[in-house]
């Protein structure tokens, strides 16, 4: 292999430094006991890319993916850097309506999918001639179907010989779509890439635990690989010269993942605060039964953490080393915030940001604003799509991307130590009595009781105040608590002001959450508004 210029640095290349130094070492693990080595990886890969030329593709044509988590999407990803494919993964939880938005407004000609979604999939190619091609993975023989392991058997394990530059196109997501339809995310390779660097080199200890001692990191792959968190953790994987191996899992279930960080004895983990919920859930003797001590690095993201889950995760895995991350679709990961950090100042502290990542807090036109003062957050990253802009939707690129800068929407203020605080979306602020109520510190008043096991707080219609501020709440199981209770110690914990203490309280057995497990604030303000009605 030829030394590397910085043009060079694909995600194919990089890996092939892991294969030529460990080919029978484990590349990945699946929760169901398969194991796939990098020479596997390799050929395999190779084999899908030359099987997807044999069919017409050329460099350049966008590919889709649309399966939950699998082996395949690291052959997948793989193979679309070697053959200079522009990877389409398509959220695999939406409603069939929105796939199929997603497949035209892509503009795939080839989908690889799972048996689950045929009807699905043999819809979409009637009303979207641009698919030309049908690729599945297992299944039943089909007509008018090519059975993936049929094509990389009938194809070359030659290696692919296409000059592929880091800055063309490599990655078209999607956001989740709650709000609207969801927006096309088009990212360089580099750009890809990025949110792969940026997430292992906070999992802190990998590069030291791989250069001190010769462990390797195992890395545990929770969120969905079809979004760029999981994305991300198959393209690290890939890149990181052979010193991780992941441990990928098709579905969260709080007792096999303690299972699977048992056995395969897994050292650093992505995990989201809605995780920690049914963590809490679980019985002492399930906690007791599985040793999690190998587990020292996890990220939780990609949000706020608050103190309750902090000390949970802590608590449930006692010789890790926790920090949150802040990052979405556009920017891929963009600040951290050590548990020390946390501990320290707020849970709300987003931290500082990521190397090479700007951010600031400025007005709606992208204009900085005073230190302290509260305004919308600004971010500025390699990790940003191609020409700063959505997916043929310039409509959307002009609400969100001023100067250079992107802003996910969310509001904070920055102090004079350089820290960004996170006060909340713009559309989850509650105006109450003329007073904007900010929620996640109201939420962090709620969580200190100790029958509380979660918190969401939004604004419901109320005739006096406009907005009133309502507390859903999930209990912990076994303990009992009242409206009146929990209203009156909000009241006399002294932190909240007057207008932020909630007015009305509702105890519900879950939270809606989204594809990316995080917390549907407008279907609980539907809720909320519902229950008051």
Same mark, same amino acid.
């Given at each position: 292999?030829?030394?590397?210029?910085?043009?060079?640095?694909?995600?194919?290349?990089a890996?092939?430094?892991?294969?030529?130094?460990?080919?029978?070492?484990?590349?990945?693990?699946?929760?169901?006991?398969?194991?796939?080595?990098?020479?596997?990886?390799?050929?395999?890969?190779?084999?899908?890319?030359?099987?997807?030329?044999?069919?017409?593709?050329?460099?350049?044509?966008?590919?889709?993916?649309?399966?939950?988590?699998?082996?395949?999407?690291?052959?997948?990803?793989?193979?679309m850097?070697?053959?200079?494919?522009?990877?389409?993964?398509?959220?695999?939880?939406?409603?069939?309506?929105?796939?199929?938005?997603?497949?035209?407004?892509?503009?795939?000609?080839?989908?690889?999918?799972?048996?689950?979604?045929?009807?699905?999939v043999?819809?979409?190619?009637? /009303?979207?001639? +641009?698919?030309?091609? $049908? =690729?599945?993975? @297992?299944?039943? #023989?089909?007509?008018? &179907?090519?059975?993936? *392991?049929?094509?990389?058997?009938?194809?070359?394990?030659?290696?692919?010989?296409?000059?592929?530059?880091?800055?063309?196109?490599?990655?078209?997501?999607?956001?989740?779509?709650?709000?609207?339809?969801?927006?096309?995310?088009?990212?360089?390779?580099?750009?890809?890439?990025?949110?792969?660097?940026?997430?292992?080199?906070?999992?802190s200890?990998?590069?030291?635990?791989?250069?001190?001692?010769?462990?390797?990191?195992?890395?545990?792959?929770?969120?969905?690989?079809?979004?760029?968190?999981? /994305?991300?953790? +198959?393209?690290?994987? $890939? =890149?990181?010269? @052979?010193?991780? #191996?992941?441990?990928? &899992?098709?579905?969260? *279930?709080?007792?096999?993942?303690?299972?699977?960080?048992?056995?395969?004895?897994?050292?650093?983990?992505?995990?989201?605060?809605?995780?920690?919920?049914?963590?809490?859930?679980?019985?002492?003797?399930i906690l007791?039964?599985?040793?999690?001590?190998?587990?020292?690095?996890?990220?939780?993201?990609?949000?706020?953490?608050?103190?309750?889950?902090?000390?949970?995760?802590?608590?449930?895995?006692?010789?890790?080393?926790?920090?949150?991350?802040?990052?979405?679709?556009?920017?891929?990961?963009?600040?951290?915030?050590?548990?020390?950090? $946390?501990?320290?100042?707020?849970?709300?502290?987003?931290?500082?940001?990521?190397?090479?990542?700007?951010?600031?807090?400025?007005?709606?036109?992208?204009?900085?604003?005073?230190?302290?003062?509260?305004?919308?957050?600004?971010?500025?990253?390699?990790?940003?799509?191609?020409?700063n802009?959505?997916?043929?939707?310039?409509?959307?690129?002009?609400?969100?991307?001023?100067?250079?800068?992107?802003?996910p929407?969310?509001?904070?203020?920055?102090?004079?130590?350089?820290?960004?605080?996170?006060?909340?979306?713009?559309?989850?602020?509650i105006?109450?009595?003329?007073?904007?109520?900010?929620?996640?510190?109201?939420?962090?008043?709620?969580?200190?009781?100790?029958?509380?096991?979660?918190?969401v707080?939004?604004?419901?219609?109320?005739?006096?105040?406009?907005?009133?501020?309502?507390?859903?709440?999930?209990?912990?199981?076994?303990?009992?608590?009242?409206?009146?209770?929990?209203?009156?110690?909000?009241?006399?914990?002294?932190?909240?002001?007057?207008?932020?203490?909630?007015?009305?309280?509702?105890?519900?057995?879950?939270?809606?959450?989204?594809?990316?497990?995080?917390v549907?604030?407008?279907?609980?303000?539907?809720?909320?508004?519902?229950?008051?009605?």
């Amino acid at each position: 292999m030829a030394i590397l210029n910085a043009g060079d640095i694909t995600i194919h290349k990089a890996f092939e430094i892991g294969l030529r130094r460990n080919p029978d070492n484990t590349i990945q693990v699946f929760e169901d006991g398969r194991r796939q080595t990098f020479a596997e990886i390799e050929n395999r890969s190779n084999r899908l890319g030359n099987g997807l030329m044999t069919l017409g593709l050329t460099k350049g044509d966008h590919i889709g993916m649309l399966a939950t988590n699998c082996p395949e999407f690291m052959e997948y990803y793989l193979a679309m850097s070697k053959a200079g494919f522009v990877c389409v993964p398509i959220n695999a939880w939406l409603s069939p309506d929105r796939i199929a938005y997603i497949a035209q407004h892509s503009e795939i000609k080839a989908l690889i999918f799972e048996p689950a979604f045929l009807r699905t999939v043999s819809e979409l190619i009637k /009303e979207i001639p +641009a698919i030309k091609h $049908l =690729i599945m993975i @297992g299944g039943e #023989k089909e007509s008018h &179907v090519i059975p993936y *392991e049929e094509l990389l058997q009938g194809s070359s394990e030659n290696r692919i010989e296409i000059d592929v530059n880091t800055a063309a196109p490599h990655l078209l997501t999607y956001t989740s779509g709650t709000t609207g339809m969801p927006k096309g995310v088009l990212k360089s390779m580099y750009a890809d890439m990025i949110h792969a660097i940026y997430s292992f080199s906070y999992f802190s200890g990998v590069y030291f635990r791989a250069h001190n001692d010769g462990d390797r990191n195992t890395l545990m792959c929770i969120p969905p690989q079809f979004h760029i968190g999981g /994305e991300s953790m +198959a393209v690290g994987t $890939l =890149i990181t010269g @052979g010193i991780t #191996k992941l441990v990928l &899992v098709h579905t969260f *279930e709080p007792e096999k993942i303690l299972k699977l960080i048992h056995e395969e004895k897994v050292t650093s983990a992505w995990i989201l605060p809605t995780m920690v919920y049914a963590f809490r859930m679980l019985p002492r003797e399930i906690l007791d039964k599985y040793d999690v001590s190998s587990m020292k690095y996890i990220i939780c993201g990609s949000t706020t953490l608050s103190s309750n889950d902090r000390n949970d995760l802590l608590s449930f895995f006692p010789g890790a080393d926790l920090g949150a991350s802040y990052a979405c679709t556009e920017t891929a990961m963009c600040s951290f915030a050590h548990q020390n950090v $946390l501990k320290q100042t707020k849970p709300e502290n987003l931290g500082k940001p990521c190397m090479f990542c700007d951010m600031m807090v400025g007005d709606e036109q992208a204009n900085e604003i005073p230190r302290g003062e509260t305004g919308i957050i600004w971010i500025r990253t390699p990790g940003l799509p191609i020409n700063n802009e959505y997916y043929k939707n310039p409509e959307q690129t002009a609400k969100s991307f001023q100067k250079g800068w992107f802003s996910p929407g969310d509001v904070g203020h920055m102090d004079e130590d350089g820290y960004i605080y996170y006060v909340g979306r713009s559309d989850d602020i509650i105006m109450s009595g003329g007073e904007k109520v900010a929620p996640f510190a109201i939420e962090e008043a709620v969580l200190m009781h100790e029958a509380v096991n979660s918190c969401v707080v939004v604004g419901a219609p109320d005739e006096k105040w406009g907005e009133c501020v309502t507390a859903m709440v999930l209990r912990n199981p076994g303990m009992e608590l009242s409206e009146t209770e929990l209203i009156d110690f909000c009241r006399k914990q002294g932190s909240l002001a007057k207008f932020e203490i909630p007015k009305r309280v509702f105890f519900v057995d879950s939270f809606p959450t989204g594809t990316t497990g995080k917390v549907l604030r407008n279907s609980i303000r539907k809720m909320a508004k519902e229950l008051i009605e």
